[in-house]
């Protein structure tokens, strides 16, 4: 069983800039070696107060293959670094709208899509929010 730290949130102003990361916490060397097995997809998500939880950005295994939601296209990039058991996401030129908690996802045997129900792990989530 592994568990998803997100952080990084925080308050910025609008045209500004913030990097979330999401650390995969294991409680044993068997977590790890079965989380490097199964090769899983990253996703972040985010909900605003009121809406509901919407795709952000997703990324593969390898990082070959990105997604992202048109909203955030140009402004978000997301990727990893597997041995740092680590996903980011670089959100740039921020806006108002970009104000929610964000949420790292896990997808065991997903590719890091926008489907909600293709994640199996999520964290905790990580307060973003811009001002204008």
């Known amino acids: 069983q592994v568990q998803l730290v997100d952080s990084g949130g925080g308050l910025v102003q609008a045209g500004g800039s913030l990097r979330l990361s999401c650390a995969t916490s294991?409680?044993?060397?068997?977590?790890?070696a079965r989380w490097f097995r199964q090769a899983p997809g990253m996703g972040w998500f985010r909900q605003a107060p009121?809406?509901?939880?919407?795709?952000?950005?997703?990324?593969?295994?390898?990082?070959?293959?990105?997604y992202y939601a048109d909203i955030v296209k140009g402004r978000f990039t997301i990727s990893r670094d597997n041995a740092k058991n680590t996903v980011y996401l670089q959100m740039n030129s921020l806006k108002p709208e970009d104000t929610a908690v964000y949420y790292c996802a896990a997808a065991l045997s997903g590719v890091g899509s926008s489907s909600e129900r293709s994640y199996d792990y999520w964290g905790q989530g990580t307060q973003v929010t811009v001002s204008s």
């Open positions: 009121g809406k509901e939880r919407e795709f952000v950005a997703g990324i593969s295994w390898r990082g070959t293959t990105t």
């Open positions: 294991g409680r044993s060397t068997s977590d790890y």
